[in-house]
Each structure stands twice: as structure tokens, then as C-alpha cells.
């Protein structure tokens, strides 16, 4: 079935697109007409030599490929959905080391020791401090002065790299680099930032190079924090220099940039529909965070590969397919969510994909992420209940990113 409403060339993953805005009316369109759509893409435009994608946007669709990784792999060419026409086959496969491009069993073998920093009790353990870091990260916004302020550098951006940084003991000295290195491994496709892919991958490797000598150091001399329980003894069923260095790789991207992104979207969200702030600032809903995630959708997208011929939203999809899973079109699917298009922290139930769509890549840090939104929002709230928006959000160029550069805000 063709798709009217689709122009012919329309590529969900051109960064051009992106940079100014989530195309949810042609989502809206595809869920109704053509759920699972053939995206032709020319030469190598995306880094993978092939002649395109399939784009799933309906909820039920992106849910049933996320949980069917025997059919649907992250490993054969990454969950990345586009890089660039210039990168080199071997860098896209050296992203196999990350836990986010892993198939079971590996996948599996990775993730059950990467968890133990993210149970329940050490999630609760950093809440204190972080909670005080929320407010201390308010306050400082708000006595900067100047009548205005960008909220993305000044808020947004600051709990999820303190988070990190806590979590596996990074000292405060070096959390700036940290957020250095990760923004440049994003900002690739953004030619404001000047940033090649080449610096991108410099970026990559210096984060892995930080992590290899934290777990080296950990394994020599270890202390009470989660890199000594996660490498200090590799032959128990712990991960390698190697292995760990990649996973904080994926933090910094994972667990920064998308809850940076959540926070800025929930902020504009909030202050553009000022009936729900008032609301939140009264009542403080539990709700809020994940109403929050599901309107941002940080992640516009991942992808999977088919690994054998097999039938999708009735379309053949043929062994060696990229297929696009849209967590931004899932997220407004009518047949799931109540009036989609309204933004509402009292949503509940809230089955949203913004977390992932479930399988063996459902969000390990999702109950950090979840209190990360909810402190800063409280302090929020507390510290600068009369907040205002000083202009439209400035949006990254980014080909799978759902993300805001610049948001600029008064204090009220």
C-alpha cells in the first residue's frame, strides 16, 4: 500500500529533519496506512552499504521485533541507525563491544553483572546525595543573573553526568571531561559544534582509555564502589578492562545525553502547557517522570537486523534487512495511549517505549533515570516556581537524537 502522505525521498533518519523537528504527522500517517514502510536510502548514505531500511511505527510492532532478538539483531550491524556515508566498516563493527550491539547469550552474560550497579538498594543509596545535588544545581541557575539563562547547560545537562559520575566513582575533578568526551561523541552530525566523526571516535576511545584505568586501578587496589564489584575479580564472573571500558562508554551516551534531553523536553513541555506545571508544582505526581520520558523520547529511534526471512506488519522483511524501530512514533500510537498528542502527568497506565520496547535491551538504568527527572523537577518546582520560556529550543542535527542544544529560560 502506498503511502500518500509520504513524499517521495522522505528518510525518517535524515538528520536535516531532525534538527527541526520529530515528524509526527508522517509517523501518524505510516501507523494508519503502512505501519512496517520500506525507506529507501541512496549510495551509502547511512554507513552501511545497503539500499535502506524498513520503518516500524506502530507500538505493538517495535515491541514484538524489540523482544524477538533471534530474529531481530542488535550485534550484525549495531542498534545505531545512521552514521555517515565517510565511516569505515571496522568502526562500526568495533561498536560490537558495546552492551547496547550485543545478542544473547553474550548479552545476556554482560548485562547480568553490569545490573549489580543497578539494584533497587543502589539506586536508593545515591538518592540522598543526588537529591542535594539537584538543589544545589537549581540554586546555582537561579543566582546566575542576567535575567536569563540556557537551561540545558545550566540544569539539564548537570544531574545525569553527576549521576554517572557517582555511580562509579568518578572523581569531581574529571566529570567536566566526561561531558566533554560525550558531547562530541553525539554532536557528530551538528556542524555547529565543527565536530568530525573523527573526533567522535577520539572522543569514544578516551572515555574507554578513562574506564580501562579506573577498573586497572580497581583490580589492583579495591575499594567499596560498584567498578571494584564489577572488575576486581574477572575470573568470578566479573567484566575485563575491556569489557567495563565500553560499558561506561554506553553511559555516557545512554544514561547522560537521554536523560539530559528528557529533562530539557519535560521543562519546554511543562512550560508551554502551564495548566500541567501549576498542576505539578500543587501535587507533584508520581506519574510525572514517565509522562515526562514518553513526550520527550530522547531516542528517536534504534534498529535491528533481520537475521532470517521473516513476515512484519504483513511485509516480507529478507534475512539481512536493517529494520527501524521508532520509539518517537510508538509513544503516540492511538491504539495504546489515550489522546497521544496531549501532554498529561496524571498518564496511568503509561506503556510507553521511551525506555525501550522490553527484550533483553529494556533501559538498565531506567529507575535511575526515573529519579534523576523526578529530584530535578522537585527542586525545580521548589526553587523557581515562576519559570519562564525566553525562546524556542534550539534542536541538534542528529540522525537517531531527539535533542535540544539550547533552551533558553528566566528565573521568573
Known amino acids: 500500500m502506498h503511502c500518500p502522505a509520504l513524499p517521495d525521498g522522505f528518510d525518517f533518519t535524515d538528520p536535516d529533519l531532525l534538527q527541526h523537528h520529530v515528524p509526527l504527522p508522517e509517523f ?10 520500506w525507506i529507501p536510502q541512496s549510495g551509502n548514505v547511512a554507513g552501511f552499504q545497503d539500499e ?22 542488535s550485534y550484525l550491524n549495531t542498534a545505531i541507525i545512521r552514521f555517515n556515508d565517510r565511516i569505515e566498516r571496522s568502526s562500526i563493527d568495533a561498536q560490537r563491544f558495546i552492551l547496547l550491539n550485543m545478542d544473547p547469550p553474550e548479552h545476556t ?37 542576567g535575567g536569563s539563562f540556557d537551561f540545558v547547560t545550566s540544569v539539564a545537562s548537570e544531574l545525569p553526568l553527576q549521576a554517572i559520575a557517582e555511580l562509579i566513582g568518578i572523581p569531581q575533578d574529571d566529570r567536566a571531561k566526561i561531558f566533554e568526551w560525550s558531547n562530541k561523541m553525539i554532536a557528530y552530525d551538528d556542524p555547529e559544534y565543527a565536530i568530525t566523526a573523527e573526533v567522535g571516535q577520539q572522543s569514544a576511545a578516551e572515555v574507554i582509555a578513562y574506564a580501562m584505568n579506573m577498573a586497572a586501578e580497581r583490580k589492583q587496589c579495591p575499594a567499596q564502589d560498584i567498578v ?22 554506553m553511559l555516557a551516551v545512554a544514561g547522560n545525553e537521554t536523560t539530559r534531553n528528557a529533562t ?20 507533584r505526581p508520581g506519574t510525572a517522570a514517565e509522562e515526562i520520558v514518553r513526550w520527550a523520547t530522547p531516542v528517536v529511534a534504534f534498529q535491528r537486523t533481520a537475521t532470517q526471512d521473516t513476515e512484519l506488519g504483513g511485509k516480507l522483511i529478507r534475512k539481512g534487512d536493517r529494520v527501524g524501530i521508532f520509539y518517537a512514533s510508538a509513544n503516540r500510537d ?26 533483553p535491551h529494556f ?26 520560556l525566553v525562546g524556542d529550543p534550539r534542536r541538534l542535527r542528529s540522525a537517531w537524537i531527539n535533542g ?4 533558553r529560560v528566566s528565573p521568573g
Not at 524498513?54 to 524489540?66: G, Q
Not at 550497579?117 to 541557575?141: C, H, N, S
Not at 535540544?404 to 533552551?407: P, R, S
Request: charged letters at 25%; glycine letters at 8%.
Open 52 to 73: 535502506g531500511y524498513w520503518a516500524v511505527t506502530r507500538h505493538a510492532d517495535v515491541k514484538y521485533v524489540s523482544t524477538h532478538p533471534e530474529l531481530f539483531s
Open 363 to 388: 533501559c538498565l538504568g531506567k529507575s535511575l533515570a526515573v529519579l534523576e527527572i523526578n529530584l530535578i523537577f522537585n527542586a525545580i518546582a521548589d526553587a523557581m516556581p515562576g519559570m519562564e
Open 28 to 37: 501518524a500517517a505510516l501507523r494508519q496506512a503502512e505501519p512496517v514502510r
Open 334 to 359: 492511538p491504539e495504546v495511549f489515550e489522546n497521544p498528542d496531549s501532554f498529561d502527568v496524571t498518564r496511568d497506565p503509561n506503556p510507553h517505549l521511551g525506555f525501550g520496547g522490553g527484550g
Open 264 to 283: 530539557t523536553h519535560g521543562m519546554h513541555a511543562f512550560l508551554t502547557h502551564p495548566e500541567q506545571w501549576e498542576f505539578y508544582k500543587r501535587e
Open 404 to 407: 535540544v542544544k539550547e533552551l
Open 109 to 145: 552474560r554482560v548485562r547480568q553483572i553490569v545490573q549489580r550497579g543497578f539494584t533497587p538498594r543502589a539506586i536508593r543509596g545515591l538518592e540522598e546525595r543526588l537529591r542535594a545535588r539537584a538543589v544545589g544545581i537549581v540554586e546555582r541557575a537561579r543566582e546566575q543573573g
Open 228 to 249: 571494584s564489584t564489577l572488575v576486581a575479580a574477572e575470573n568470578e564472573g566479573n567484566l575485563n578492562s575491556d569489557e567495563f571500558g565500553f560499558f561506561v562508554l
